[in-house]
């Protein structure tokens, strides 16, 4: 067992109030709110709870005041004691940095870097100082002289200068406009200062972040504009993104200069009287029953008929566990939404552009499965550079966050996914009108709440997907896994279910035997209309795409009659369909039925099947000369040529 080494009980320990880091560290406290707290050395003596860590002494609660003279400040400290008359002796330690902290008792004062001297740092009020016997990396802060601690000198103090007050943050201050995130954005990437661990780092941090808050930036978009713009290029080493967002909240909770302090002045207008308020009017979501019209309701609308409605306020909730296919799945979705053609033998009623948001997987992976999509018989005719789109998000892609009390909040990546489907439907699809399947991959990344809380989750599904649907037109399928139980259908609780009216699980028949039990795709909820039956699946060998398990054997006895027909024509010298005048360009663009078992195939089943059999070399196609649109198909080099 790991030994819980304490401060020393010497003459700071008489003052000090200490509260835990991170073991090894020095910039991860173990107490929230550390600021106004702290624990007397009996307190921790007496702690039962107590684990292995380092200790830090809250300068301000503890009624103190220290100078931190870092590594080569010595001669400027020296030099600016002589000018002023020195300081008395006092209680000094020293750093693993080959600095000291020359500890008084004083006022509050200000946390300042590098303004007595350079390399010349104080804390005061909402400031620590590593307590001695701490270690970081592998070195200890040290007791240097255990003298009675002297009371500062007022020229030290004036010089430091008192605690600044909070300026009260505006009312009506509104957050994130444009130009203050293009003045943060080029603040941090030309102006701001570097952070370097051992020359007062954290200060530095912190006061990037308050100089990030006065410009008039929320705290979750200072956050994020830090780790997008200076954490990698100006923090040595980087903050990991936890550190990052404490320092963050440190500057939000304790900086002096009011929010949005550091914005351009705007125009002053002189006080105009306001108008009475407006009568209260009738709310445009409210219904009466003379407003319904009298007869038969319009038929429900359908992208798969029975599975998925085309409603913006339907969300689809996709679960299943990790690995199972649950992705591609979604894909073959995407693909078949934007060509047109069946998924899992489901004919697909209302065409429309896809755009998914792929927060799991590389984007050589992602490139990968739409590589696999264009195989012959699935979407050889996708062309994902048009109106099938992938948002490949690897960074930050939370949509929902909990704020400092527990309260679901939009977050930076809601605004930036609305920004880019504006790009893709004005820009990109110039102008396109009509609905946009939306496919989001998964909760667990875009949802930062308790999956258990039926608050968290409503506002996620209710308050931000559908209010994003409605607002872009999408049609909403999310992807999520389930809890760890592998009986369960359900991600944390119940919660979800009761957030979404149609809701689809991939997973086994026996999700206790998977190795011998077939996977399907089953609806576990479904408000729109009779619930359908499950689907059986099945990969494709040497493929990550799925077919419906009882069609594997049906698609082989397709291709075989349709080679059957090439070779029948071949054999009697003419065209499958129509003739070389024609200008028919190949076999299925005629829309050819052909007889298996006594029932005839046609359309997509038999042009799916000619390129499956092009595409295995067992079709041959030859241009016609003197005949831009038409070919010659051969089977097996059955038919070496057509007359013209």
Known sequence: MTKIVLPPDDHLAQ????????????????LKGWQRKGLTREQLVNKADLTPSNFAVNVGASGLLVVDIDNGGMAGWNALCEANGGVPDTYTATTPNAGYHLVFTGPPTANTAGKLAANVDSRGAAGYIMAPNSVVNGKQYKVLHNRPIAAAPQWLIDAIGAKREREADPLDLDLDLPGAIDRATDYLVNTAPTAIEGEAGDTTTYTVACQVREFGISEARCLQLMLDYWNEAKAVPSWDAEELERK??????????????????????????????P?????????????????????????????????????????????????????QLAAAVVTGRQWLGIDVEQQMPAFLVLCEDSPHQVWGMLDDLREPGFYPDLDYDQKFCAFIRNGVSRM???DRGGNPQRAPFDKLLREQLTWFRQ???????????????????????NNCDVNHVTFLVKETLRTLAVDHDVRVVLLIHPAKDVESEYAGSAAWHDAVRNRWFMGFEDPNDPENSPLHIKMSKFNWGQMQEPITLKRIAGSRLFVQGDRVKMLNEIDNAVLLAVIEAADKKRWLSGSAKSGSRCIWKNRRAVRINNKFVYGDVVKNSYERLVASGALVTKPIKGCGNCCIVTADNILDSIDD
């Open 15 to 30: 003052f000090a109030r200490y509260f835990p880091i991170k073991s090894g560290t020095k910039d991860t406290p173990l």
């Open 248 to 277: 963050v909240q440190n500057a939000y909770d304790y900086a002096t200069a009011g929010l949005g302090s550091d914005q351009p002045p705007e125009a002053v207008f002189d006080t105009i009287p306001m108008p009475d308020p």
């Open 279 to 331: 009568p209260i009017a009738r709310h445009e979501d409210i219904y009466l029953s003379g407003d319904m019209p009298k007869g038969k309701r319009p038929p429900t609308k359908w992208i798969l008929p029975g599975w998925l409605p085309d409603d913006p306020i339907n969300i689809t909730l996709f679960g299943g566990r990790g690995g199972v296919g649950k992705s591609t799945l979604a894909a």
């Open 400 to 402: 929902v966050q909990m």
């Open 427 to 449: 820009g990109h699809l110039k102008g396109h009108v009509g609905p946009i399947l939306l496919v989001l991959d998964t909760a667990a990344d875009i949802f930062g709440g």
